[in-house]
């Protein structure tokens, strides 16, 4: 499985970005995740959306202002952020849930990444 995070840029505080996620192969069967990696930090979770789109997770930080979607037909995931801040600044990448993984919030828990896109929010 490829996947390809694209939508990053260079935005203002409280600007709204939508980040993509395409796959070379039908992600249907597979739950998702978004990380994201700011300079010096490790690779954080940010979200998960299940296999059908009915479940999702956030991290605390990304409560209520970001959305994790998905388009099965279209080999899609998305994730909607509102209201940036300066700490949201970091490359975001999209990752495939391993099927033997029991849960969803750490790295090694997905086994196919995307390159990452660059988010910076300025304030």
């Known amino acids: 499985v490829q996947l390809q995070a694209s939508g990053g840029g260079l935005v203002q505080a409280g600007d709204s970005l939508t980040l993509s996620c395409a796959s070379s192969r039908t992600l249907s069967s597979y739950n998702m995740g978004w990380f994201r990696q700011a300079p010096g930090k490790e690779r954080e979770f940010v979200s998960h959306v299940s296999w059908n789109g009915k479940i999702t997770y956030y991290a605390d930080f990304v409560k209520g202002r970001f959305t994790i979607s998905r388009d099965n037909g279209q080999n899609m995931v998305y994730l909607q952020m509102n209201s940036l801040q300066p700490e949201d600044t970091a490359v975001y990448y999209c990752?495939?849930?391993?099927?033997?993984?029991?849960?969803?919030?750490?790295?090694?828990?997905?086994?196919?990444w995307g390159q990452g896109t660059q988010v910076t929010v300025s304030s």
């Open positions: 990752a495939k849930h391993s099927i033997h993984a029991s849960g969803w919030i750490h790295d090694f828990e997905y086994d196919y």
